[in-house]
């Protein structure tokens, strides 16, 4: 069972320690936490309250980092914060994508961001996000385009996603030489109603390319977690099988979480699990307390809950921000 509490822990464990535990399944002191939002927030916040915010002034757990890889990709704009993909697509014929140049695994800048986050927080969980073969394919092909290509060029995307996976494979081999905490693969494959794919072509063209990448950490004694939008729950026993550790963000707006205990909380660890759409960016006091204890009981009830949000929009205010922050660090395992 577990207990929310006023107050956080003061037995001792740092966040790696704390990350450790939950992904295992298992009860450490308190979640550990990480969220993110909307990236003009960020920035803004960025400007109040410091540089890495999260963690130096809301004491966040996970840190995510990333390899510094220049993949190429077409046309895109900024907007709201974010770049968006736009027409046409880098790749308009596919007969030119044997000859693209994929970026080079050592570069000599390729681990900075990595290397500068290991040595500011020693004691953060810090975990090395790996995009999979259709989150580098859509900028360079465009997803609406993608969804057809999987049955007009299925050879093509086969030969390209193998180029892909083996520089980030590359990466992952040099990573876990590092003292990380975890390979975090992110390939979105679900909407909000369900897969965007059959079960059988997201093992095909996407989740059989991480298999190597998940043996590479498997063997350094590194968990994997892997990130989806959407409803991811009709895929997840392919993930248990494939060897990941734990689901990002299983939103709940789109999966429903008893289900999700009752089939897979003895083998998967959630990282996620908060509201960013309705309850922390628009609720009252009452009702983000409510929803950070609902979560810890439903997801956190052996320990596997690592908590996390998806892009909490622009107009969150400030205090529904701290609140939750407060409100998870009084969720206290008894």
């Known amino acids: 069972m577990v207990k929310a509490s006023k107050t956080a822990s003061s037995n001792g464990l740092s966040s790696k320690e704390r990350f450790k535990t939950a992904i295992k399944l298992q009860k450490p002191d308190r979640p550990p936490f990480n969220f993110w939002m909307d990236r003009r927030l960020m920035q803004r916040f960025d400007e109040e309250l410091g540089k890495d ?8 757990d996970i840190i995510e980092t990333f390899p510094l890889l220049d993949w190429p990709r077409g046309n895109g704009v900024l907007r709201d914060g974010s770049f968006w993909h736009t027409h046409p697509p880098l790749i308009e014929d596919w007969s030119k994508a044997k000859g693209l140049p994929m970026p080079n695994p050592a570069g000599p800048h390729v681990f900075s961001m990595i290397n500068e986050t290991l040595f500011s927080y020693p004691d953060k969980a810090v975990i090395v996000n790996i995009p999979g073969p259709f989150t580098v394919m859509h900028g360079l092909r465009l997803m609406d385009n993608l969804y057809t290509d999987v049955y007009d060029y299925p050879e093509e995307i086969h ?19 590092l003292p990380v905490s975890g390979i975090y693969f992110q390939d979105d494959i679900a909407s909000s109603g369900g897969l965007l794919f059959s079960k059988d072509m997201c093992k095909e063209f996407i989740l059989d390319y991480l298999k190597p990448g998940i043996e590479i950490a498997k063997n350094a004694g590194l968990p994997v977690l892997f990130h989806s939008d959407g409803a991811v729950i009709d895929i997840l026993e392919e993930l248990c099988l494939m060897g990941i550790d734990a689901i990002n963000p299983l939103q709940p707006e789109f999966n429903n979480f008893d289900r999700f205990y009752q089939e897979f909380g003895n083998r998967l660890a959630v990282y996620g699990g908060i509201d960013n759409t309705k309850i922390i960016p628009y609720g009252s006091k009452d009702d983000i307390r409510s929803h950070i204890n609902m979560i810890f009981e ?10 996390s949000s998806h892009d909490i929009p622009f107009d969150c205010p400030k205090e529904n921000i701290d609140y939750m922050i407060e409100t998870i660090k009084g969720c206290m395992y008894a």
Do not use: P
């Not at 915010?53 to 966040?60: D, E, I, N």
């Not at 030969?159 to 030489?177: G, P, S």
């Not at 439903?298 to 908590?307: D, P, S, W």
């Open 53 to 60: 915010f999260r963690v130096t002034h809301y004491g966040a």
């Open 159 to 177: 030969k390209l996603a193998r180029r892909i996976m083996k520089v980030q494979n590359t990466i992952i081999e040099e990573a876990v030489k």
């Open 298 to 307: 439903k997801l956190g009830h052996n320990g596997g809950l690592m908590m």
